[in-house]
């Protein structure tokens, strides 16, 4: 371990020095020649902002910020990739979440000085000018900043939220109050609520449809072991109804493809023999999986459960309707 010793020891003393250190001063310091020193300083430039100065045609060299900020300091593709997702949301019609990655962009790049601002300023313009993320086809819906901003405070808070809550089939508000078991994104934005006191499970509330939001007076948050991402893993989507046994063959020709691909966040892969796959998950949201299988066409057999099955082929028949006679 002598030559990571020694390239660590180096590191300290560029850091600790406050005028620099020469070739010869790091090779002495060492015990190593002026080579070696080189190839040291090489490495440790890849790594750190090593400043050069230039003191009697000699070159002294020297990290100046603490070694700590080294670590912590984005790179431009790290604030390229932040940029890309506030515009995609924003592109997406999703303000409320635009906003807040907005406004932490803008205190990642308010935290750098005018000398890191000019390091990674080419960069980022080159990144961020040829970088988006893609919107596709899905529901538009405008969320009030004000219904997020409620949400989180009663998460933080420890209480219930209340609300006016309207839906497709009964568009008159009606008032409720929940305990806040979380927020869900995606191309909609729900609050996971459970009504106080119900031994009922936790129901989506799509935040767009919600009204009037407000702290309650009544306390309530989710329990401490209360484990959200096991509770969405248990639906293919957002529709709940009993968990089924899904068994899907995925015929050798379409394997490779399969194989890279997540049909569900605790599925089981087996390898037949014919070089085909078996894939294995259990799920509520019949209706949401048979429409994503349609994507599948021809490339995948459904072969359990019988409730997918019928299911499959009352969306078959409902998408020949689309047709012209």
């Not at 070696?36 to 070159?59: C, G, Y």
């Not at 809550?165 to 929940?178: F, I, M, Q």
């Not at 509770?231 to 194989?259: H, I, K, M, N």
């Amino acid at each position: 371990m002598a030559k990571l010793d020694r390239l660590l020891a180096l590191v300290h003393a560029l850091s600790d020095s406050s005028d620099g250190l020469t070739l010869d001063e790091m090779a002495e310091r060492l015990a190593v020649n002026r080579r070696t020193a080189e190839r040291m300083r090489d490495i440790i430039a890849s790594h750190f902002d090593l400043d050069e100065i230039v003191d009697d045609r000699r070159k002294r060299f020297l990290i100046r910020d603490s070694l700590r900020r080294a670590y912590t300091r984005p790179t431009p593709a790290e604030v390229a990739a932040l940029q890309a997702e506030v515009d995609g949301q924003r592109a997406a019609g999703k303000a409320v979440r635009a906003g807040q990655l907005a406004s932490l962009l803008a205190k990642v790049k308010g935290a750098l000085d005018d000398r890191e601002k000019r390091r990674i300023d080419p960069d980022l313009d080159a990144l961020a000018r040829l970088q988006r993320t893609l919107v596709t086809a899905g529901p538009v819906a405008v969320v009030a900043p004000e219904t997020v901003m409620a949400i989180q405070s009663a998460i933080l808070a420890g209480c219930c939220i209340e609300f006016q809550y309207a839906t497709e089939d009964r568009p008159e508000p009606r008032w409720r109050r929940v305990i806040p078991y979380g927020l869900v994104h995606g191309p909609l934005t729900y609050l996971l609520g459970k009504m106080p006191g119900s031994g009922s499970q936790p129901v989506y509330f799509r935040l767009d449809r919600m009204t009037e939001p407000k702290l309650s007076d009544t306390l309530g948050c989710a329990p401490d072991d209360w484990d959200i991402d096991g509770w969405l893993a248990e639906s293919f989507g957002v529709w709940r109804d009993e968990r089924q046994d899904v068994t899907l063959r995925v015929p050798a020709s379409s394997a490779t493809r399969a194989r890279g691909w997540r049909f569900h966040r605790l599925q089981q892969l087996e390898e037949l023999d014919d070089g085909g796959l078996r894939i294995r998950f259990a799920s509520g949201g019949m209706r949401e999986l048979a429409e994503h299988l349609f994507t599948w066409a021809g490339e995948i057999v459904i072969e359990g459960p019988d409730v997918l099955i019928a299911i499959m082929r009352d969306r078959i028949a409902a998408a020949t309707t689309m047709l012209p006679a």
